[in-house]
C-alpha cells in the first residue's frame, strides 16, 4: 500500500499538471481548485511515506529498471519540497496570472519531476526527472512568451544548465562500462577509472543544476521570469536539486581521490564570489539569485566534506527562507512596480506584517541566532573545519558576506521613504499599491519554517537525524563556534547599518556576475558561432559546390533522357498507337462484311424455314390426316430401302 502512496505522489501532480496543459482556456475556472488540491494531497502524502519508507521498482529495459525509494534522506527533503510548492502554489493562486491553467500545469509538472528526483534509486529514474525539470524550467522563466527578453532568458537558462547535464548521460555511460549497474547506491563501486569518469559526470551535471562556477550566470538571466517560479525553481526545487544530487551521491565521492575536495572547494569559493556579486547587486530579485548560488556553495560544501546531516538540514532550511523572500520581493514588484532597491526603501514601513515576515527571512539569511540557518551553517562548518581549516575560513568569510548583502537590503526596506523613493515607483511594470490578505498566508507559514528549522542542528535531532543517514564521526560544533558565529553575523550588521549612512561599498568587479555572461559568450558561445562559420563556409563551399555539381548532371542526364523520350519512345508509342487503329479498322469492317452479314442471311434463311413450316397449319382436319398417312408412307419406302 505505501508503494501505491508513492506512486500517487508522483502521479497525481504530474497527471493533473498535464491535463491542466492540455485541456488548455477550457480549464481556466477550475485551474486554481485543481493545482491546490494536487499540491495538498501530495503534501500530505510526502508526510506519509516518510514514515512508511516505500520501495517502488517497474521494469524499464533489461538491467535498468525504474525506481523509487524513500531513505532517510529523500525523507528529509521530500516533504519539505512539497509543502514549499504548496505554499508558493497558494500564493501564485492570489496573483491575476495570464493562463493559470498553463501557468500551474507546468509548475505541477515539475514539482511531480522533481518528487521523482528526491526518490530515484536509478540513473534511468534520474535522468528521465533531469530532463523534464530542465524543460520544465524553460517554459516557466519564458512563460510570458511574447516578450523576447523573457524567452532568452529562459533559452539561456535551459542552454547553460543543458549544457552541465551531458554529464550525467557520460556517466551513465561510464556506469554500464564500469560494472557498477544502474543502481545510484553502486555507483561507488565501479571499476577504476570508470568511477572517475562517473564521478566527473554527475559533477557536472550537479554543479549545473545548482548555479554553482562555473554555471552561475544563468541565475542571473532566469530572474526575467515570475517571482513565483524564482521562489520554487531557486529555493526547494531544480537549483536545490543539484545540491542534493551531490547529497546523495556522497559516497562515490568520498570513494575517489580528488572529488569530494573538488565538490568542497567549488562549493566555498561560489559562496565567496557569489557572496560578493550579492553584495554588488542593486535590484533585490538579482540580489537574491547571486545569494542563492552562494547560499547553495555551502550545500556544495557540506556534500564535499561529509556532512551529509548539516547539508541536508541546510537545504531545507534555506528552501523556506529563500522561498519567503521571493515571495516578497513578488509581492512589493506587483505593489510598487519596481524591484530597484533604491525604490523599495520604506516598503516594510509601508505593510509593517510583510515587512516582519521579510526581516525573519533576512536575518535567518544572515546567519542570526536563533533563526534556521544559524546553527545548520555552524553545523556543516565544524565539519569543514576538521576536513581543512582554510575551507573553514573560506566558508566563514561567505557567512559573513551573507550578512553583509541581508542586512544591506534589510536596512533599505526598513528605512524612510522620499521624494526620490517615490519617483522609482511603477518604472518595470504598473503598481497596484496593495498586498492582499491572502497573499500573507503563505509568507507566514514560510516565515515559521525560516524561523524555526533551525532545530535540525540541535543535538537531541541532530544526532537520531544522523544516524539515520548513516553519518557517523562527523564534528558538531560547540558553544564557542556558535556563540561566535552569532556574534560575527550581528556585527556584521552593526558595520553594514554604520556603513549605509556613508555609502556602503559597491564591488564594481562584481556587479556584473563576475563576468561570467560574457566568458561564457567567449568560451562557449563564439567557438560555436566560430564553428558555425566553419561548417557554413564548408557547406557553401563543399557541400553545396558538389551537390551544385550533382544538380547539374541530374539536368543533364534528365535532358537526355528527355530527347530519348520525345525521338525515340514517343515515336514508338505513335506507331504502335497507329498500327493499333488500322487494325481496329480493318477488323471493324470485317466484322460488319463478313461477320454481321452471314448472321443477317442465316437469320432469313430461318425466316423462310419458318415460313413453310407454317404453311401446312391451316387447321383442317382433314388435311392433318392427309399429312400423317403421307409421313407413314413416307418412313415406310425408307424402311424398306434400308433393309
Request: proline share 4%; net charge positive; aromatic share 6%.
Amino acid at each position: 500500500m505505501s508503494g501505491l502512496y508513492l506512486a500517487l505522489l508522483v502521479l497525481l501532480p504530474a497527471a493533473s499538471g498535464i491535463s491542466l496543459c492540455l485541456v488548455g482556456p477550457r480549464a481556466r475556472a477550475a485551474a486554481i481548485p485543481v493545482s491546490l488540491t494536487a499540491a495538498t494531497v501530495t503534501a500530505a502524502l510526502a508526510v506519509v511515506v516518510t514514515v512508511t519508507r516505500p520501495v517502488l521498482e517497474m521494469p524499464f529495459i533489461a538491467g535498468a529498471p525504474i525506481g523509487l525509494a524513500v531513505d532517510g534522506l529523500s525523507a528529509l527533503v521530500l516533504p519539505a519540497v512539497a509543502i514549499v510548492t504548496l505554499l508558493v502554489l497558494g500564493f501564485a493562486a492570489t496573483e491575476e496570472t495570464e493562463s493559470p491553467e498553463r501557468f500551474h500545469g507546468l509548475m505541477l509538472v515539475f514539482a511531480a519531476a522533481v518528487a521523482v528526483t528526491v526518490t530515484a534509486t536509478t540513473l534511468p529514474t534520474l535522468l528521465f526527472a533531469w530532463e523534464i525539470m530542465g524543460a520544465m524550467s524553460w517554459a516557466l522563466i519564458g512563460f510570458q512568451w511574447r516578450d523576447d527578453r523573457r524567452v532568452q532568458a529562459g533559452l539561456v537558462a535551459f542552454t547553460m544548465t543543458r549544457a552541465g547535464d551531458l554529464g550525467l548521460y557520460l556517466a551513465a555511460g561510464a556506469a554500464l562500462i564500469g560494472g557498477a549497474g544502474p543502481e545510484l547506491a553502486d555507483l561507488s563501486a565501479a571499476s577504476s577509472p570508470w568511477r572517475d569518469v562517473i564521478a566527473a559526470g554527475i559533477i557536472t551535471a550537479a554543479l549545473g543544476k545548482a548555479a554553482q562556477l562555473p554555471f552561475s550566470s544563468w541565475l542571473s538571466r532566469a530572474m526575467e521570469g515570475p517571482s513565483t517560479v524564482s521562489a520554487l525553481l531557486h529555493s526547494a526545487a531544480m537549483v536545490a536539486m543539484g545540491g542534493y544530487l551531490l547529497l546523495r551521491v556522497a559516497p562515490l565521492l568520498e570513494a575517489t581521490s580528488w572529488a569530494a575536495m573538488t565538490v568542497a572547494w567549488i562549493g566555498a569559493i561560489t559562496a565567496l564570489l557569489l557572496g560578493a556579486v550579492a553584495v554588488a547587486q542593486r535590484d533585490l530579485k538579482q540580489l537574491l539569485a547571486a545569494s542563492t548560488a552562494a547560499q547553495m556553495g555551502f550545500v556544495v560544501l557540506a556534500a564535499g566534506v561529509g556532512s551529509i546531516a548539516g547539508g541536508a538540514g541546510y537545504l531545507v532550511a534555506h528552501a523556506s527562507t529563500k522561498a519567503l523572500l521571493f515571495l516578497v520581493a513578488g509581492a512589493w514588484l506587483a505593489a510598487l512596480g519596481t524591484k530597484q532597491l533604491s525604490a523599495l526603501r520604506g516598503a516594510a514601513r509601508r505593510w509593517p506584517l510583510v515587512g516582519v515576515l521579510f526581516t525573519v527571512g533576512t536575518l535567518s539569511l544572515a546567519g542570526v541566532a536563533p533563526l534556521s540557518l544559524w546553527a545548520l551553517k555552524d553545523e556543516l562548518l565544524a565539519v569543514a573545519l576538521k576536513t581543512n581549516p582554510v575551507l573553514y575560513i573560506v566558508g566563514l568569510t561567505a557567512a559573513a558576506l551573507s550578512a553583509i548583502y541581508s542586512g544591506k537590503v534589510l536596512f533599505l526596506v526598513w528605512g524612510r521613504a522620499d521624494a526620490a523613493t517615490e519617483a522609482g515607483y511603477d518604472a518595470e511594470q504598473p503598481g497596484t499599491r496593495r498586498i492582499g490578505r491572502w497573499e500573507r498566508i503563505p509568507l507566514i507559514a514560510l516565515a515559521a519554517g525560516a524561523a524555526l528549522l533551525g532545530i535540525l542542528a540541535l543535538p537531541p535531532v541532530s544526532q537520531p537525524l544522523k544516524a539515520m543517514l548513516g553519518e557517523t564521526g562527523t564534528a558538531t560544533p560547540g558553544m564557542l563556534e556558535l556563540v561566535g558565529s552569532a556574534v560575527l553575523a550581528l556585527a556584521v550588521l552593526a558595520l553594514v547599518a554604520f556603513g549605509l549612512r556613508r555609502g556602503l561599498p559597491q564591488p564594481a568587479w562584481a556587479a556584473n556576475w563576475l563576468g561570467l555572461e560574457k566568458a561564457v559568450h567567449l568560451v562557449l558561445v563564439r567557438p560555436t558561432l566560430a564553428l558555425s562559420e566553419s561548417l557554413a563556409r564548408f557547406d557553401d563551399g563543399i557541400l553545396d559546390r558538389g551537390l551544385h555539381r550533382l544538380a547539374r548532371g541530374g539536368v543533364t542526364g534528365a535532358r537526355r533522357l528527355g530527347r530519348f523520350d520525345d525521338v525515340r519512345l514517343d515515336a514508338a508509342v505513335e506507331a504502335t498507337a497507329r498500327a493499333g487503329t488500322f487494325a481496329g479498322s480493318r477488323a471493324a469492317r470485317a466484322d460488319d462484311r463478313g461477320v454481321d452479314g452471314a448472321v443477317e442471311g442465316l437469320a432469313r434463311q430461318l425466316r423462310r424455314l419458318g415460313t413453310l413450316a407454317r404453311r401446312p397449319q391451316t387447321g383442317q382436319i382433314h388435311q392433318y390426316y392427309a399429312q400423317i398417312a403421307i409421313a407413314v408412307a413416307a418412313v415406310f419406302v425408307l424402311i424398306l430401302l434400308v433393309r
